[in-house]
């Protein structure tokens, strides 16, 4: 595995999202580990196969941060995936949408705050503004036009990634709180409740907005792995991506 990328400073990201479309791309199940694939064997058709490709890129993104290679990932008592491995260096966030998957992985600990969500923009998430925005959040993105649905489809990707970092301690999208900085970044809480603020990231590519929450102001680092190249590192080599269109500005 190539050495994990440095941040500004030369510092390793404290977060790794990679990001891989299965399209047309059938998901083995060799490289999944034994609790895996017995956890697999209980789903049946589409379910059993977008669980599986959630879990390769999974452990791809894995080992691009210099994670151990034999961890599992398997859901916790309430369905979230947790990673099972001795160190408890590590903590992980899943997403998906159609065959694309996403991963995010924080380096700080299993107990770590990280959260990932693929959305598709629609013009249609426009109507949901109203019962996604708290009073006191922005209603913007910052200047310069914007397409249609992207505002609504960049604050469900946002609050469901926090939904997911903070482990869901409400349903409800509109208890994760944005809040925008000047130069237009994002900070997400939970409303009425003791947890620390995160930092929100956020991308528009192809059509599909990823959003990432995380502690700290690090960014993420961000790579697109064809699902050859995730087959490829599962059996050895590193995983080879490139990163993925910046934010809209």
Do not use: F
């Amino acid at each position: 595995m190539s050495a994990v990328p440095a941040g500004p400073g030369g510092a390793p990201a404290r977060v790794t999202v990679v990001h891989c479309d299965w399209a047309g791309r059938p998901a083995p199940e060799t490289p999944l580990g034994p609790r895996e694939r017995a956890y697999a064997a209980r789903l049946d058709g589409a379910r059993r196969a977008e669980w599986v490709r959630t879990r390769l890129t999974a452990k791809a993104a894995l080992l691009r941060a210099g994670g151990p290679p034999d961890a599992e990932i398997l859901p916790d008592p309430g369905g979230a995936p947790r990673l099972h491995e001795p160190s408890g260096r590590w903590a992980l966030s899943l997403a998906h949408t159609g065959e694309l998957t996403a991963c995010a992985v924080s380096r700080t600990g299993a107990a770590s705050l990280v959260g990932v969500d693929v959305e598709p923009v629609d013009a249609r998430n426009d109507i949901l503004l109203p019962r996604l925005l708290g009073p006191d959040e922005p209603p913007r993105l910052g200047p310069g036009p914007r397409p249609p649905g992207l505002l609504a489809t960049v604050l469900v990707a946002a609050k469901e990634a926090a939904l997911k970092a903070y482990r869901r301690p409400s349903p409800a999208l509109r208890a994760y709180r944005l809040r925008q900085d000047a130069d237009g970044g994002l900070h997400v809480r939970v409303a009425d409740a003791p947890y620390p603020a995160l930092r929100v990231w956020w991308t528009c590519h192809a059509g599909l907005v990823t959003a990432v929450c995380a502690a700290g102001e690090r960014p993420p680092e961000q790579y697109a792995a064809s699902a050859d190249a995730v087959l490829t590192a599962l059996a050895g080599p590193p995983v080879r991506g490139h990163p993925p269109a910046p934010r809209l500005p």
